[in-house]
C-alpha cells in the first residue's frame, strides 16, 4: 500500500512531468511544428514558398492538416487501446509497467525523428504518431496515481506541483534545444536541419532519462492485489464493472461531458497555436513563435500555483468556470490578433489559464471518485474524454483550414465550445476543500 502524503513518493511522481513534458513543449508545441513546415513546404530557388501541399499515400495534402489529421489519429489509437489496458493494469495491480511501456515507446519514437525525411513521408510520420501515442498512453497510468499518493485535500496542489514540474523542466531542455538553433557554430553545426535533429534526439533522452526517478519511487503494485485468471478477460471485466458503477455517478458523468468539450478547445489551442502564428501573424519569425511558447510555459507555473490556491476558497468547480470565462476571452483576442506584440500578450494571458485548466481538471476529477481500488480503470474513461476532445478539435480545425484556407475561422468555433462547456460545467455539483499544506520539494 502507498502511503498517502508521503513526500519522497510526491515528488518522485511529479518528476514523471518533468520527464515527458519536453515532448510536450518540444515536439507538439515548438521545434517540430516549425521544422514540419519549413522542411515539407515547396520552396522556389529564391527560398518563397510555392506550395504548402506534400503527397502522403498518393494524396496531394495541406502540410498543416496532415500533421493536425497526424495527432487526431494517434488519440484515436489511445481512446481504442487505454480502456481495456487500464482495466488489466488495476486487475494486475500493475500500471507501473504499462506507463513504462508507453513511455518507451515515446522516447524512442521522439529519437526517431532525428531521422525525419519528406522523401519517406508515411514513415516519418508513424514516428510521429507513435510518439504522441507513448506520451498520451503513459498519462492514462500516470495521472492515476494521483488519488494513491495524495489525500483530497492534497490533490490540487499535488496536480499543480506535477504540471509546474513539467513546465520548468520542459522550458530549460528547450533552452538548451534554442541555443544549438541559433548558434548552430558555437556547437560545431554547419548542417541546416541538423540542431532540429538533435533536439529530437535529446527529448527521447530527457524523457526516458528523467522518467528513472518515478519509476524508481513509484510502487510496482499500489493495493498488493493477487490476479486470478487470464489477463485479458478479468481486464474486460474489470473496465465493465468501473463503466456500469460510472453510469450510476452523475456527478462524475456531467463533470467528463463538460470537461470532454472545455478540453476540445484548450487541447487545440494548445496543439495548433504554432501553427496558427505561422499562418496568421504578420511578419511573425520562428523565434517569435518558440518565444511566445516559452511565455507561456513560464506563467503557466504561477498559473497553476495560483489556481489551486483559489479553488481552495471558491471550490473547483467555481474556480474552473471563471478560468473558462478568461478562454472565451482568449478566443475573442485571437480572432483579432495580427502583430508578433499581440501575439506575446495572448501568449502571457494564455499561459496562466493553461496552467490552472490543466491541473485543476486532473485534480478535480480526482477529488470527485468514490473509494476504489480502481484508478486505471477510472482515468481511462477520464483520458478517452482527453483524447476525443484533442481529436474532435484538432480535426474541426484541420477541416476548417481545408474549406476556408484560414486558420482565423477556426477561433469562431472554439469560442462556441467554451461558452457550451461553462453551461454544462455549472451543472456540475461543487467540490470544496479545506486548505491544507502540503510540504513537497
Same mark, same amino acid.
Request: some cysteine.
Given at each position: 500500500?502507498?502511503?498517502?502524503?508521503?513526500?519522497?513518493?510526491?515528488?518522485?511522481?511529479?518528476?514523471?512531468?518533468?520527464?515527458?513534458?519536453?515532448?510536450?513543449?518540444? *515536439?507538439? $508545441?515548438?521545434?517540430?511544428?516549425? =521544422?514540419?513546415?519549413?522542411?515539407?513546404?515547396?520552396?522556389? @530557388? #529564391? %527560398?518563397?514558398?510555392?506550395?504548402?501541399?506534400?503527397?502522403?499515400?498518393?494524396?496531394?495534402?495541406?502540410?498543416?492538416?496532415?500533421?493536425?489529421?497526424?495527432?487526431?489519429?494517434?488519440?484515436?489509437?489511445?481512446?481504442?487501446?487505454?480502456?481495456?489496458?487500464?482495466?488489466?493494469?488495476?486487475?494486475?495491480?500493475?500500471?507501473?509497467?504499462?506507463?513504462?511501456?508507453?513511455?518507451?515507446?515515446?522516447?524512442?519514437?521522439?529519437?526517431?525523428?532525428?531521422?525525419?525525411?519528406?522523401?519517406?513521408?508515411?514513415?516519418?510520420?508513424?514516428?510521429?504518431?507513435?510518439?504522441?501515442?507513448?506520451?498520451?498512453?503513459?498519462?492514462?497510468?500516470?495521472?492515476?496515481?494521483?488519488?494513491?499518493?495524495?489525500?483530497?485535500?492534497?490533490?490540487?496542489?499535488?496536480?499543480?506541483?506535477?504540471?509546474?514540474?513539467?513546465? *520548468?523542466? $520542459?522550458?530549460?531542455?528547450?533552452? =538548451?534545444?534554442?541555443?544549438?538553433?541559433?548558434?548552430?557554430? @558555437? #556547437? %560545431?553545426?554547419?548542417?541546416?536541419?541538423?540542431?532540429?535533429?538533435?533536439?529530437?534526439?535529446?527529448?527521447?533522452?530527457?524523457?526516458?532519462?528523467?522518467?528513472?526517478?518515478?519509476?524508481?519511487?513509484?510502487?510496482?503494485?499500489?493495493?498488493?492485489?493477487k490476479a486470478e485468471g487470464h489477463y485479458l478477460t478479468s481486464g474486460y471485466k474489470e473496465l465493465i464493472k468501473v463503466f456500469n458503477d460510472l453510469k450510476k455517478?452523475?456527478?462524475?458523468?456531467?463533470?467528463?461531458?463538460?470537461?470532454?468539450?472545455?478540453?476540445?478547445?484548450?487541447?487545440?489551442?494548445?496543439?495548433?497555436?504554432?501553427?496558427?502564428?505561422?499562418?496568421?501573424?504578420?511578419?511573425?519569425?520562428?523565434?517569435?513563435?518558440?518565444?511566445?511558447?516559452?511565455?507561456?510555459?513560464?506563467?503557466?507555473?504561477?498559473?497553476?500555483?495560483?489556481?489551486?490556491?483559489? $479553488?481552495?476558497?471558491?471550490?473547483?468547480?467555481?474556480?474552473?468556470?471563471?478560468?473558462?470565462?478568461?478562454?472565451?476571452?482568449?478566443?475573442?483576442?485571437?480572432?483579432?490578433?495580427?502583430?508578433?506584440?499581440?501575439?506575446?500578450?495572448?501568449?502571457?494571458?494564455v499561459g496562466f489559464v493553461m496552467g490552472g485548466v490543466q491541473s485543476l481538471a486532473r485534480s478535480t476529477y480526482s477529488k470527485i471518485l468514490p473509494d476504489t481500488?480502481?484508478?486505471?480503470?477510472?482515468?481511462?474513461?477520464?483520458?478517452?474524454?482527453?483524447?476525443?476532445g484533442i481529436v474532435f478539435g484538432t480535426f474541426i480545425y484541420g477541416v476548417i483550414i481545408a474549406i476556408t484556407d484560414s486558420s482565423r475561422n477556426s477561433i469562431?468555433?472554439?469560442?462556441?465550445?467554451?461558452?457550451?462547456?461553462?453551461?454544462?460545467?455549472?451543472?456540475?455539483?461543487?467540490?470544496?476543500?479545506?486548505?491544507?499544506?502540503?510540504?513537497?520539494?
Amino acid at each position: 500500500m502507498i502511503e498517502k502524503g508521503d513526500k519522497k513518493i510526491i515528488n518522485g511522481w511529479a518528476m514523471y512531468d518533468w520527464a515527458n513534458s519536453a515532448y510536450a513543449l518540444v *515536439i507538439t $508545441s515548438t521545434i517540430f511544428p516549425i =521544422f514540419f513546415k519549413n522542411i515539407t513546404n515547396l520552396k522556389n @530557388s #529564391y %527560398g518563397d514558398i510555392v506550395s504548402e501541399n506534400v503527397q502522403f499515400f498518393g494524396f496531394s495534402v495541406n502540410n498543416s492538416v496532415l500533421y493536425s489529421y497526424g495527432i487526431s489519429l494517434s488519440f484515436l489509437i489511445v481512446v481504442a487501446m487505454a480502456p481495456l489496458l487500464s482495466g488489466i493494469a488495476d486487475y494486475a495491480d500493475n500500471k507501473k509497467k504499462f506507463m513504462q511501456f508507453f513511455c518507451y515507446l515515446g522516447s524512442a519514437s521522439c529519437a526517431s525523428l532525428f531521422f525525419f525525411d519528406p522523401n519517406y513521408l508515411e514513415l516519418s510520420m508513424t514516428f510521429v504518431v507513435l510518439a504522441s501515442i507513448g506520451f498520451s498512453g503513459s498519462l492514462v497510468f500516470y495521472n492515476a496515481f494521483l488519488p494513491e499518493i495524495a489525500e483530497a485535500s492534497q490533490q490540487d496542489r499535488v496536480s499543480a506541483q506535477g504540471f509546474a514540474m513539467g513546465y *520548468i523542466g $520542459s522550458v530549460l531542455l528547450l533552452l =538548451f534545444n534554442l541555443s544549438m538553433i541559433m548558434f548552430p557554430e @558555437s #556547437y %560545431g553545426i554547419s548542417d541546416t536541419w541538423l540542431p532540429a535533429r538533435i533536439s529530437f534526439l535529446s527529448v527521447g533522452i530527457w524523457w526516458a532519462g528523467f522518467a528513472q526517478i518515478p519509476f524508481a519511487r513509484l510502487p510496482n503494485k499500489s493495493f498488493n492485489r493477487k490476479a486470478e485468471g487470464h489477463y485479458l478477460t478479468s481486464g474486460y471485466k474489470e473496465l465493465i464493472k468501473v463503466f456500469n458503477d460510472l453510469k450510476k455517478n452523475e456527478r462524475i458523468k456531467r463533470y467528463l461531458l463538460a470537461f470532454f468539450v472545455f478540453n476540445m478547445g484548450v487541447q487545440t489551442i494548445m496543439y495548433m497555436a504554432v501553427t496558427f502564428g505561422k499562418d496568421e501573424i504578420i511578419d511573425m519569425p520562428d523565434s517569435g513563435l518558440i518565444l511566445s511558447i516559452l511565455i507561456i510555459q513560464i506563467i503557466a507555473i504561477g498559473g497553476a500555483y495560483f489556481c489551486s490556491f483559489v $479553488s481552495a476558497i471558491f471550490g473547483n468547480i467555481t474556480t474552473l468556470s471563471y478560468i473558462l470565462v478568461v478562454w472565451l476571452l482568449v478566443c475573442i483576442l485571437a480572432y483579432f490578433t495580427r502583430n508578433a506584440i499581440e501575439f506575446y500578450l495572448l501568449a502571457a494571458l494564455v499561459g496562466f489559464v493553461m496552467g490552472g485548466v490543466q491541473s485543476l481538471a486532473r485534480s478535480t476529477y480526482s477529488k470527485i471518485l468514490p473509494d476504489t481500488l480502481d484508478h486505471t480503470s477510472y482515468f481511462s474513461f477520464y483520458d478517452i474524454c482527453e483524447k476525443l476532445g484533442i481529436v474532435f478539435g484538432t480535426f474541426i480545425y484541420g477541416v476548417i483550414i481545408a474549406i476556408t484556407d484560414s486558420s482565423r475561422n477556426s477561433i469562431i468555433a472554439l469560442t462556441i465550445l467554451f461558452v457550451i462547456a461553462l453551461i454544462l460545467l455549472r451543472m456540475v455539483p461543487e467540490v470544496k476543500q479545506k486548505i491544507q499544506k502540503l510540504e513537497v520539494m
